[in-house]
């Protein structure tokens, strides 16, 4: 019998259907639809009230009328009242509407929200399903409020259904994921990992999901999953094709459940304990092993999911990287993947191929397929394929290889799709400066990159080939004169007239001795491109023909005449005008000594990381690149450039000096130049040189490029780093900053925010508090483009506070990529009352150079206040009751901001205390009331704040029931009006 | 994660759009053309991965996708899912469909789309997989049946239904 029988649905449903798809043009479809949207209308709005079944229908319309993509408005009441239903089709399509058309409707959601609380407690196994169903469909943070206690209940209970089991787990998934702070572990979580035990395979299933995301946000707690995970696996992995039943799919038992047991396990580094991880290589050998043997059945599916296995098997074996054999034998296999029939197989195999590249154990290994992926880049006919062929290309260069490869990438580029060329741009370009043996092939490969395609070669890299040429002098001939052939050819593109202008405005003398390409013939060709080029083109050829009249005084007369003509002096555009002019001037009044000086050849360029590498990450995404790349930086980065620390961990993480040629980023020439279409002016007339500050501009590659030793007005509380050598520089945390205080002031009555910002790092927090706990989240961001380095916070508890708070923090990861965002939570238990605030003391390297300083962090008494609502007489008896004089606390002061009604109560009510209104008999008056909650005790807190608007003056006085607490807030308060 | 499954035929005409991210109902339909049209111009017989579309996460995400007959079947995933995986369940929904509508076509998913939901959400919650037991997925939807007809056959008068 099929499952659905087709002959009892909705019938004015299927006829409102066929309606549509009888439609002739799009129009007829609209016109039908807004008749049916004006009845379903009418029929909702109307007198009449409809049964349940009218109800499921409309709503069932407005579903189809949705998914032909038309905005549906309303109905959301109509299925929210179907939601409590007591038919279960009525309230199905209730939840799929809810689930498909809202979100987080808020109006709707506390209505929606209390349907669900009856389902779930309902104890119908469909119902409570569909209750779960929902919830994770939508997801939003007031159903996370709601029920992110109740789902691990009715996940671990002993007497829930299977099938509501497998609901509860991926419901709470989803709200781990959308709101991690009101998913709270505890007596649960260890139960849940022991689900991977359970009887039921589809338990495990969902149960597997939810394990692999809570253990990769809290490994060391969910560390027991890993010998459980290969347990079960290897019971899998061993049993024949007909043990699993249903859950064998075409002869491969589990194959879903396998794959993600082995992305579980790829979250943890391999098991310590010596019986599990023998189990577990065992497990992966029979992978391996079955991966040789004769398929079970010649259906696709079959191998698609024996292969499934094998890939993560493979993927897990990479991860370990410590199984120099598994390794080898991922690698052969993944090698006949890559001449095997199917696409998908190809595709996979080379995907895989480039993390294996990565490893030291395979590298060579994978170097042996390089005929393979060439070929495959030459062959494939799907450019998903291709272009993974072209990763793999990237990923598996070095020395020995890199000129093939790189030959082999420019020949494909002439034809590569338009989608991916910018990107494989980007890459000849690193390879080709990373594996250079002499810059002579490395200056030939850029020319004719931009030759070929001219078009997707990015600023960076034109820049980039100037620095090298600039700070190499072995090349610089050759560089002048190839790029004066280069511009020999009729046509060519406007970043080779850049390259060229520039590079012949420096070293045109190098070629002029060859009457071939003496001084005015190299200036005539210049000039012969100068009127197809663009502003900023132009721009930086009149400096380029500055510099000439300095190298080749005998050009002085015919450039002066081309500055001087009015197509340059009064150029409509400000920019080249300015220029002409004052090049003009300049090479009229300058004594050639002063011109010499001026135009002086430009300084080799700081060596900093590459800002080609940079952008080429920015476009894959961070980490897409990064940890292989930076490994490959450090494995071939230091014979290159000679900087040495080969294979020292730390080249890393410091920018210099191994990775290194690859790096200027800061005080590129053009670079400092680069912000507006024509500032090359700044570099050429520096004085300073290319050292000099760079401007800030708005190009992210470009920005905040000051090494620390420039940030004069730093708020950094130690000494700048060029003044005292790192070494010097104590590790001891620093004094809190002077500001601090100040700073912890501005969060007394407020709890997310910025708390701290200087040029290096921005610390945002967001905290909230519930009785006497607290949670904080503070965001560090690195605010450069490099990164930090063992990067470390610590928080302290001074003094006696130690024991009024409890403070517990993990600690972050140590390295901040620049322009990436760290986050730390800490977990603040309030003791007992007190008065001071923790500290937080972050250290980090920046560029080498120590970076240590100490903020307050801004937990506070007031912040474990629950409000209390209380009328005008019960405050005043107790105001009374608070009479001892050392309760009270009170002080006068003047105002210090503007005496705003509304500031003042959004304060108040920041403070965490309910503001009372008409309680006090003058209305001008603030009343406030709270209970504070730590675990000693409760401080019951009175407030009163009498404003006197023509003084300018405060009287604020506090009655607790404790009076160091009076006297703290009373401090505390004093300062925030 | 599965990010969203989309069902859209030949010509692009959605048939089931499921998103587990949100997205604003425009954006939702420009995925859901933008998809189309990344995944209709590539010939039968290449492999069945691509990069996602700009609009729903560009390289971070991958279309998987199946196409049957007048159907594309595309599910949209994050990198913490095995390709193949995936694939093999799109073959396990499509052959629950057909076992549930007995030989599946474009039409009982045109006038079924409610069904087509419940199916779907026995298997895939909050873009997680739930189940891949066919059978078992086949049990739920056939108790869901029977209590659907036992409330179809009280409740339903016959009058003209409109």
Same mark, same amino acid.
């Given at each position: 019998?099929p499952?659905?029988?087709?002959?009892?649905?909705?019938?004015?449903?299927?006829?409102?259907?066929?309606?549509?798809?009888?439609?002739?043009?799009?129009?007829?479809?609209?016109?039908?639809?807004?008749?049916?949207?004006?009845?379903?209308?009418?029929?909702?709005?109307?007198?009449?009230?409809?049964?349940?079944?009218s109800?499921?229908?409309?709503?069932?319309?407005?579903?189809?009328?949705?998914?032909?993509?038309?905005?549906?408005?309303?109905?959301?009441?109509?299925?929210?009242?179907?939601?409590?239903?007591?038919?279960?089709?009525?309230?199905?399509?209730?939840?799929?509407?809810?689930?498909?058309?809202?979100?987080?409707?808020?109006?709707?959601?506390?209505?929606?929200?209390?349907a669900?609380?009856?389902?779930?407690?309902s104890?119908?196994?469909?119902?409570?399903?569909?209750?779960l169903?929902?919830?994770?469909?939508?997801?939003s943070?007031?159903?996370?409020?709601?029920?992110?206690?109740?789902?691990?209940?009715?996940?671990?209970?002993?007497?829930?259904?299977?099938?509501?089991?497998?609901?509860?787990?991926?419901?709470?998934?989803?709200?781990?994921?959308?709101?991690?702070?009101?998913?709270?572990?505890?007596?649960?979580?260890?139960?849940?990992?022991?689900?991977?035990?359970?009887?039921?395979?589809?338990?495990?299933?969902?149960?597997?999901?939810?394990?692999?995301?809570?253990?990769?946000?809290?490994?060391?707690?969910?560390?027991?999953?890993?010998?459980?995970?290969?347990?079960?696996?290897?019971?899998?992995?061993?049993?024949?094709?007909t043990?699993?039943?249903?859950?064998?799919?075409?002869?491969?038992?589990?194959?879903?459940?396998?794959?993600?047991?082995?992305?579980?396990?790829?979250?943890?580094?391999?098991?310590?304990?010596?019986?599990?991880?023998?189990?577990?290589?065992?497990?992966?050998?029979?992978?391996?092993?079955?991966?040789?043997?004769?398929?079970?059945?010649?259906?696709?599916?079959?191998?698609?999911?024996?292969?499934?296995?094998?890939?993560?098997?493979?993927?897990?074996?990479?991860?370990?990287?410590?199984?120099?054999?598994?390794?080898?034998?991922?690698?052969?296999?993944?090698?006949?993947?890559?001449?095997h029939?199917?696409?998908?197989?190809?595709?996979?195999?080379?995907?895989?191929?480039?993390?294996?590249?990565?490893?030291?154990?395979?590298?060579?290994?994978?170097?042996?397929?390089?005929e393979?992926?060439?070929?495959?880049?030459?062959?494939?006919?799907?450019?998903?394929?291709?272009?993974?062929?072209?990763?793999?290309?990237?990923?598996?260069?070095?020395?020995?290889?890199?000129?093939?490869?790189?030959?082999?990438?420019?020949?494909?580029?002439?034809?590569?799709?338009?989608?991916?060329?910018?990107?494989?741009?980007?890459?000849?370009?690193?390879?080709?400066?990373?594996?250079?043996?002499?810059?002579?092939?490395?200056?030939?490969?850029?020319?004719?990159?931009?030759?070929?395609?001219?078009?997707?070669?990015?600023?960076?890299?034109?820049?980039?080939?100037?620095?090298?040429?600039?700070?190499?002098?072995?090349?610089?001939?050759?560089?002048?004169?190839?790029?004066f052939?280069?511009?020999?050819?009729?046509?060519?593109?406007?970043?080779?007239?850049?390259?060229?202008?520039?590079?012949?405005?420096?070293?045109?003398?190098?070629?002029?001795g060859?009457?071939?390409?003496?001084?005015?013939?190299?200036?005539?060709?210049?000039?012969?491109?100068?009127?197809?080029?663009?502003?900023?083109?132009?721009?930086?050829?009149?400096?380029?023909?500055?510099?000439?009249?300095?190298?080749?005084?005998?050009?002085?007369?015919?450039?002066?005449?081309?500055?001087?003509?009015?197509?340059?002096?009064?150029n409509?555009?400000?920019?080249?005008?300015?220029?002409?002019?004052?090049?003009?001037?300049?090479?009229?009044?300058?004594?050639?000594?002063?011109?010499?000086?001026?135009?002086?050849?430009?300084?080799?360029?700081?060596e900093?990381?590459?800002?080609?590498?940079?952008?080429l990450k920015?476009?894959?995404?961070?980490?897409?690149?990064?940890?292989?790349?930076?490994?490959?930086?450090?494995?071939?980065?230091?014979?290159?450039?000679?900087?040495?620390?080969?294979?020292?961990?730390?080249?890393?993480?410091?920018?210099?000096?191994?990775a290194?040629?690859?790096?200027?980023?800061?005080?590129?020439?053009?670079?400092?130049?680069?912000?507006?279409?024509?500032?090359?002016l700044?570099?050429?007339?520096?004085?300073?040189?290319?050292?000099? $500050? =760079? /401007?800030?501009?708005?190009?992210?590659?470009?920005? +905040?490029?000051? %090494? @620390?030793?420039?940030? *004069?007005d730093? !708020? &950094?509380?130690?000494?700048? $780093? =060029? /003044?005292?050598?790192?070494?010097?520089?104590?590790? +001891?945390?620093? %004094? @809190?900053?002077?500001? *601090?205080d100040? !700073? &912890?002031?501005?969060?007394?009555?407020?709890?997310?925010?910025?708390?701290?910002?200087?040029?290096?790092?921005?610390?945002?927090?967001?905290?909230?508090?519930?009785?006497?706990?607290?949670?904080?989240?503070?965001?560090?961001?690195?605010?450069?483009?490099?990164?930090?380095?063992?990067?470390?916070?610590?928080?302290?508890?001074?003094?006696?506070?130690?024991?009024?708070?409890?403070?517990?923090t993990?600690?972050?990861?140590?390295?901040?990529?620049?322009?990436?965002?760290?986050?730390?939570?800490?977990?603040?238990?309030?003791?007992?009352?007190?008065?001071?605030?923790?500290?937080?003391?972050?250290?980090?390297?920046?560029?080498?150079?120590?970076?240590?300083?100490?903020?307050?962090?801004?937990?506070?008494?007031?912040?474990?206040?629950?409000?209390?609502?209380?009328?005008?007489?019960?405050?005043?008896?107790?105001?009374?009751?608070?009479?001892?004089?050392?309760?009270?606390?009170?002080?006068?002061?003047?105002?210090s901001?503007?005496?705003?009604?509304?500031?003042?109560?959004?304060?108040?009510?920041?403070?965490?205390?309910?503001?009372?209104e008409?309680?006090?008999?003058?209305p001008?008056?603030?009343?406030?009331?709270?209970?504070?909650?730590?675990?000693?005790?409760?401080?019951?807190?009175?407030?009163?704040?009498?404003?006197?608007?023509?003084?300018?003056?405060?009287?604020?006085?506090?009655?607790?029931?404790?009076?160091?607490?009076?006297?703290?807030?009373?401090?505390?308060?004093?300062?925030?009006? | 994660?599965?990010?969203?499954?989309?069902?859209?035929?030949n010509?692009g005409?959605?048939?089931?759009?499921?998103?587990?991210?949100?997205?604003?109902?425009?954006?939702?339909?420009?995925?859901?053309?933008?998809?189309?049209?990344?995944?209709?111009?590539?010939?039968?017989?290449v492999?069945n991965?691509?990069?996602?579309?700009?609009?729903?996460?560009?390289?971070?995400?991958?279309?998987?996708?199946?196409?049957?007959?007048?159907?594309?079947?595309?599910?949209?995933?994050?990198?913490?899912?095995?390709?193949?995986?995936?694939?093999?369940?799109?073959?396990?929904?499509?052959?629950?469909?057909?076992?549930?509508?007995?030989?599946?076509?474009?039409?009982?998913?045109?006038?079924?789309?409610?069904?087509?939901?419940?199916?779907?959400?026995?298997?895939?919650?909050?873009?997680?997989?739930?189940?891949?037991?066919?059978?078992?997925?086949?049990?739920?939807?056939?108790?869901?049946?029977?209590?659907?007809?036992?409330?179809?056959?009280?409740?339903?008068?016959?009058?003209?239904?409109?």
């Open positions: 019998m499952a659905v029988s087709k002959g009892d649905g909705m019938r004015g449903l299927a006829v409102f259907i066929s309606d549509i798809r009888n439609c002739k043009s799009k129009e007829a479809e609209i016109k039908r639809i807004n008749k049916e949207l004006a009845n379903i209308r009418s029929k909702f709005k109307g007198d009449k009230a409809l049964d349940g079944y109800k499921k229908k409309y709503v069932c319309k407005l579903l189809f009328i949705f998914l032909l993509g038309h905005d549906i408005d309303f109905g959301h009441m109509e299925a929210v009242n179907l939601l409590s239903s007591n038919k279960y089709t009525e309230k199905q399509i209730g939840y799929l509407f809810i689930s498909v058309l809202v979100n987080s409707n808020s109006e709707l959601i506390r209505l929606i929200n209390n669900i609380k009856n389902d779930l407690s104890r119908n196994p469909t119902f409570m399903c569909l209750a169903h929902c919830i994770a469909n939508v997801g943070r007031e159903m996370a409020e709601a029920f992110a206690g109740e789902i691990p209940r009715i996940l671990v209970a002993g007497d829930t259904m299977d099938s509501v089991k497998q609901s509860a787990a991926l419901c709470l998934l989803r709200l781990y994921k959308t709101s991690p702070d009101l998913v709270l572990m505890g007596e649960w979580t260890s139960r849940v990992v022991h689900l991977l035990n359970d009887q039921h395979m589809g338990v495990v299933t969902a149960a597997i999901s939810l394990i692999t995301c809570l253990s990769q946000k809290n490994p060391d707690e969910f560390k027991t999953c890993v010998s459980l995970a290969v347990s079960r696996l290897s019971r899998i992995v061993s049993s024949a094709s043990d699993l039943q249903d859950y064998t799919y075409y002869f491969v038992p589990a194959p879903w459940l396998s794959c993600k047991l082995l992305r579980l396990l790829q979250c943890y580094p391999p098991p310590e304990d010596g019986a599990v991880k023998g189990r577990l290589v065992e497990c992966l050998e029979t992978i391996l092993n079955k991966a040789q043997e004769p398929p079970k059945s010649k259906k696709v599916q079959h191998s698609n999911a024996k292969n499934a296995i094998l890939f993560e098997a493979i993927a897990l074996i990479i991860h370990y990287d410590s199984e120099p054999n598994l390794l080898v034998r991922a690698c052969n296999q993944l090698g006949q993947f890559l001449q029939r199917e696409t998908n197989l190809r595709y996979l195999a080379l995907e895989s191929m480039c993390t294996l590249a990565s490893s030291e154990f395979s590298h060579e290994a994978v170097k042996t397929h390089i393979t992926v060439i070929n495959a880049l030459k062959t494939e006919r799907d450019v998903s394929v291709r272009q993974r062929a072209a990763d793999l290309l990237y990923a598996m260069c070095d020395r020995s290889n890199a000129k093939q490869i790189v030959a082999e990438m420019l020949s494909y580029l002439e034809t590569a799709d338009y989608s991916i060329r910018e990107e494989m741009v980007l890459k000849v370009a690193i390879l080709a400066e990373k594996y250079a043996v002499d810059y002579s092939w490395y200056v030939d490969t850029i020319l004719n990159l931009i030759r070929i395609a001219g078009d997707y070669v990015s600023e960076e890299v034109w820049y980039r080939v100037i620095q090298i040429v600039i700070n190499r002098d072995d090349v610089q001939g050759y560089a002048a004169k190839t790029v052939e280069a511009l020999q050819a009729p046509a060519c593109h406007e970043n080779m007239v850049k390259v060229g202008g520039y590079i012949l405005g420096e070293f045109g003398n190098l070629i002029a060859d009457p071939r390409s003496s001084p005015l013939v190299q200036f005539n060709l210049l000039h012969s491109k100068f009127h197809l080029c663009s502003v900023p083109t132009r721009a930086l050829l009149l400096s380029a023909y500055i510099k000439f009249i300095n190298l080749f005084p005998e050009t002085k007369s015919t450039i002066q005449e081309v500055l001087r003509s009015d197509s340059q002096i009064r409509s555009d400000v920019e080249l005008q300015q220029r002409a002019v004052e090049y003009l001037k300049l090479s009229s009044i300058a004594s050639t000594d002063v011109l010499a000086t001026v135009l002086e050849e430009m300084p080799p360029f700081p900093r990381e590459s800002s080609i590498l940079a952008k920015k476009k894959k995404g961070p980490g897409a690149v990064s940890v292989s790349e930076l490994e490959e930086g450090k494995r071939e980065g230091g014979e290159l450039n000679g900087g040495g620390d080969r294979g020292d961990s730390s080249a890393i993480s410091t920018p210099s000096p191994s290194d040629l690859l790096g200027l980023r800061s005080a590129a020439p053009v670079g400092s130049a680069a912000p507006s279409a024509g500032s090359l700044v570099d050429v007339f520096s004085e300073s040189g290319p050292a000099a $500050p =760079a /401007a800030v501009n708005d190009d992210g590659f470009l920005r +905040d490029l000051e %090494p @620390p030793t420039e940030s *004069s730093s !708020l &950094l509380a130690d000494p700048p $780093p =060029a /003044a005292a050598p790192a070494a010097v520089v104590s590790e +001891d945390p620093a %004094p @809190p900053l002077p500001e *601090s100040e !700073l &912890l002031n501005k969060f007394v009555c407020k709890n997310n925010g910025v708390l701290f910002e200087n040029q290096l790092l921005q610390i945002g927090i967001k905290s909230e508090y519930r009785q006497n706990l607290g949670r904080m989240y503070l965001f560090y961001g690195n605010k450069t483009s490099v990164q930090f380095v063992s990067f470390s916070t610590t928080v302290t508890c001074p003094g006696e506070l130690h024991v009024q708070l409890n403070v517990q993990k600690p972050v990861e140590p390295l901040v990529e620049g322009g990436a965002q760290v986050q730390q939570v800490i977990n603040i238990e309030c003791l007992s009352d007190f008065s001071d605030a923790p500290l937080l003391n972050i250290k980090f390297r920046y560029g080498g150079a120590l970076q240590n300083l100490t903020l307050k962090l801004p937990v506070t008494i007031n912040k474990f206040f629950q409000p209390t609502e209380m009328a005008s007489h019960d405050f005043f008896q107790r105001w009374k009751q608070l009479s001892q004089p050392q309760q009270e606390s009170q002080k006068i002061f003047k105002a901001h503007a005496m705003d009604t509304e500031v003042i109560k959004a304060k108040l009510l920041g403070l965490g205390t309910a503001l009372l008409k309680v006090d008999p003058n001008e008056n603030y009343v406030c009331a709270g209970v504070i909650q730590t675990k000693a005790q409760q401080v019951g807190c009175l407030l009163r704040l009498e404003p006197n608007a023509q003084a300018q003056m405060y009287r604020l006085t506090l009655r607790c029931s404790k009076d160091t607490v009076s006297k703290r807030l009373c401090d505390l308060l004093a300062e925030q009006f | 994660m599965i990010k969203a499954i989309l069902i859209f035929n010509h005409k959605p048939r089931l759009s499921k998103f587990y991210e949100h997205y604003s109902e425009d954006t939702e339909q420009q995925i859901i053309r933008e998809t189309f049209h990344l995944v209709s111009k590539r010939d039968e017989n492999c991965f691509l990069e996602g579309g700009l609009l729903i996460g560009g390289s971070d995400n991958k279309l998987i996708y199946r196409h049957y007959a007048t159907l594309y079947f595309v599910f949209c995933v994050d990198s913490s899912e095995s390709e193949l995986g995936i694939l093999d369940l799109i073959q396990v929904f499509v052959e629950t469909l057909d076992k549930c509508f007995e030989n599946v076509c474009e039409l009982d998913l045109i006038f079924h789309v409610d069904k087509v939901h419940n199916i779907l959400a026995e298997m895939v919650m909050g873009g997680m997989v739930l189940e891949t037991n066919m059978n078992e997925i086949i049990t739920q939807i056939d108790a869901q049946n029977k209590m659907e007809k036992s409330e179809t056959f009280i409740f339903q008068s016959p009058r003209q239904d409109r």
